[in-house]
């Protein structure tokens, strides 16, 4: 992903990171591989095209939120609960984010490729309880844009 | 990483190793910490982070003084861990999810036994895979306890642990020697989404990940000899600590509250310094929804030790240990993560623990009758590699901190660090030098929670002692540690 930084926020209470990218969505799709790198030491990654690994499913997603920070945050948590309730791991992910006005401004379509938790061969770390408003941020930064996220673990 | 408080706030001692931040700015109340020289230390490697959370919380409506932090106080999400802070519903009291935590109910229980260290150590290795085996740590773990059905779910989050006695796990002794007897009044199952539960279900029985563990003890040194009486401590005698919680149902809960009463806001007549102390008045329709919430999920985290309980009572039966021989019984459970109304000066208050544990006197009527003349157990675990302690409420916590006392040690190292420390060393066999057998489900977790990585915990229950909202009663040596 050009153009794209991952910093690990290394406080001694808990974990997170700050993201820098060109687009929204490679931001968001950032934070998901950040997430992941959370949950586990060799996360999956995206296949070559028209291979599919056994298990792989893939569908479409929809959020919305008031803000564009709070989306970031629907959308994270969203994935933790798709990693830790359903197993599916999202491997890659394409997400589109848009104004869409109204009382929720802001809208997330994206089309998931997911790969079953697998602990042993993903190297599982452990879990995280949650995403936490706190020093939640996404902002435009130098032509781009900048998130910083806090997670429980 | 800390958004609250950069600049030092001022603040003065108060009485012994308690320091007070006099009301300034908007805060509505005085704020009271408790601190060792080694605390202030970190406070000021902090950049004072923590400092700033409790200022922002003596900014929260209804707060009645003072916002108060434990010294193990440390950098939280919105609240500081270790923090305590009281509402009056009366007065336009908040109640607020962030003050709760993630970990709704977290907290700690004690089993003591009849064994003595050694006949311990010729089973230790086979009772360390018996208690893995037994004890799941959750999430991608292939060891499993029994899935309950939806209806039988509903049931548990009224009735807590008592659920799991009805139901053959456990004893009703268990149930008389646990904080509210296991189970809060209150629960309102209809407020937790279908999500909560579906995270819930699975996961009981499972210890979690992070710093959560179950460890075989042996009481290596008794500083009050009739608490230790009350409680059945001696020293050699092996003990056994718990520490989970209300594991993905509470999570849920948390993050999907903290949302909801950041959309009524706007509705409420106040501003907040940090959006993670999203809060609601008590009295409000989503104050009273969280509660009820809150209350189901904390009768999950108690019927949750409850169940592990009797998984560790069946490790030891499965290394030739028969109930006669082990003699396991629950000392005390007490919570460290909740809400709860109780009666402080004569009014009814809802007292917010993070990271902070309910500390009663002698002679409280809350208490079971086993304690009434000691005090309640206060459990505060330290690392794998050095000792938990146990401690009785005090007066003087009921008169200063709304009887509440310290929570555990405080992370000394971020788990990055931590892990590199941890590079090219063997834990495993570094803690069986120290007489530690530990089972973890990944290296991982191992090198995190590694003792180094904490501070002593020593020194925060001595500040606890030397305060008065605490009195030191047995120090716990580590034998056996299981980690998620």
């Given at each position: 992903m050009p153009g794209t930084r991952l910093t690990p926020l290394d406080h001694t209470g808990d974990v997170g990171f700050e993201l820098h990218a060109a687009s929204l969505e490679a931001l968001f799709d950032a934070a998901r591989a950040a997430l992941l790198r959370e949950l586990m030491a060799a996360p999956p990654t995206a296949q070559a095209p028209g291979a599919r690994p056994a298990g792989a499913r893939s569908f479409e997603l929809t959020l919305a939120a008031p803000a564009l920070d709070r989306l970031l945050l629907r959308w994270l948590d969203e994935l933790l609960f798709l990693v830790?309730?359903?197993?599916?791991?999202?491997?890659s992910a394409r997400p589109a984010v848009r104004?869409?006005?109204?009382?929720?401004g802001w809208e997330l379509t994206a089309r998931l490729e997911t790969v079953p938790l697998d602990v042993r061969a993903q190297r599982w770390r452990g879990e995280v309880k949650g995403v936490t408003y706190h020093g939640l941020e996404l902002v435009p930064d130098d032509g781009g844009w900048r998130a910083r996220v806090v997670l429980d673990v | 990483m800390p958004e609250a408080a950069r600049a030092r706030p001022d603040f003065e001692p108060d009485a012994a190793r308690r320091y007070r931040i006099r009301r300034?700015?908007?805060?509505r109340v005085d704020a009271v910490f408790y601190a060792s020289s080694a605390v202030l230390e970190m406070l000021e490697q902090e950049g004072y982070a923590s400092l700033g959370q409790l200022v922002n919380v003596a900014s929260?409506?209804?707060?009645?003084?003072?916002a108060l932090a434990m010294p193990d106080l440390h950098w939280g999400y919105?609240?500081?861990?270790?923090g305590v802070a009281a509402f009056d519903p009366e007065r336009g009291g908040v109640v607020s999810p962030g003050g709760v935590?993630?970990?709704?109910?977290?907290g700690v229980r004690l089993l003591a036994s009849s064994l003595t260290e050694a006949a311990l150590a010729p089973r230790a290795e086979r009772l360390a895979d018996a208690l893995f085996r037994r004890v799941p740590s959750g999430i991608g773990s292939k060891r499993t306890v029994a899935r309950l059905s939806e209806g039988e779910l509903e049931r548990l989050l009224v009735d807590g642990a008592s659920w799991m006695v009805a139901h053959?796990?456990?004893?009703p002794d268990d149930l008389a020697h646990t904080?509210?007897?296991g189970h809060l009044a209150g629960?309102?199952?209809?407020?937790?989404s279908p999500r909560a539960r579906l995270r819930g279900l699975p996961q009981l029985g499972t210890l979690g990940s992070g710093n959560h563990f179950l460890e075989v003890q042996v009481?290596?040194?008794?500083?009050d000899v009739a608490a230790a009486d009350a409680m059945g401590l001696a020293v050699g005698k092996v003990t056994v600590l718990i520490h989970t919680g209300s594991r993905g149902l509470g999570h849920q809960v948390c993050t999907e509250f903290v949302e909801r009463f950041l959309n009524a806001?706007?509705?409420?007549d106040f501003d907040l310094?940090?959006?993670?102390?999203a809060a609601a008045p008590v009295a409000s329709p989503e104050g009273r929804a969280y509660l009820g919430a809150m209350r189901a999920a904390a009768n999950f985290a108690f019927a949750n030790r409850q169940r592990i309980t009797h998984s560790v009572r069946q490790a030891f039966e499965d290394v030739g240990l028969a109930p006669r021989d082990h003699g396991?019984?629950?000392?005390y459970d007490v919570a460290h993560n909740n809400a709860k109304l109780e009666k402080h000066g004569g009014r009814t208050l809802l007292v917010h623990r993070k990271g902070a544990t309910r500390a009663f006197p002698p002679?409280?009527?809350?208490?079971p009758a086993a304690y009434r003349e000691v005090g309640q157990p206060v459990f505060v675990p330290g690392d794998m590699g050095r000792a938990s302690y146990v401690l009785v409420g005090t007066e003087g916590a009921m008169r200063d901190t709304f009887g509440s006392s310290c929570h555990g040690a405080g992370r000394r190292l971020s788990r990055h660090r931590a892990k590199r420390e941890a590079r090219h060393r063997d834990l495993t066999e570094e803690l069986r030098r120290l007489g530690v057998v530990v089972r973890a489900s990944s290296p991982g977790t191992l090198a995190e929670e590694?003792?180094?990585?904490?501070?002593?915990v020593a020194d925060v229950v001595d500040t606890v002692h030397e305060a008065g909202i605490g009195r030191k009663v047995a120090r716990l040596r580590p034998r056996l540690v299981v980690k998620g």
């Open positions: 830790q309730v359903r197993g599916r791991v999202p491997a104004a869409s006005g109204g009382p929720n | 300034y700015g908007a805060m929260l409506p209804g707060i009645v003084t003072p919105g609240f500081p861990i270790g935590g993630y970990d709704i109910n977290c053959g796990f456990g004893d904080e509210s007897g629960a309102d199952p209809g407020q937790l009481v290596d040194e008794v500083y806001l706007p509705r409420f310094p940090d959006r993670q102390l396991l019984r629950v000392v002679g409280h009527p809350e208490l590694m003792p180094e990585a904490y501070k002593d």
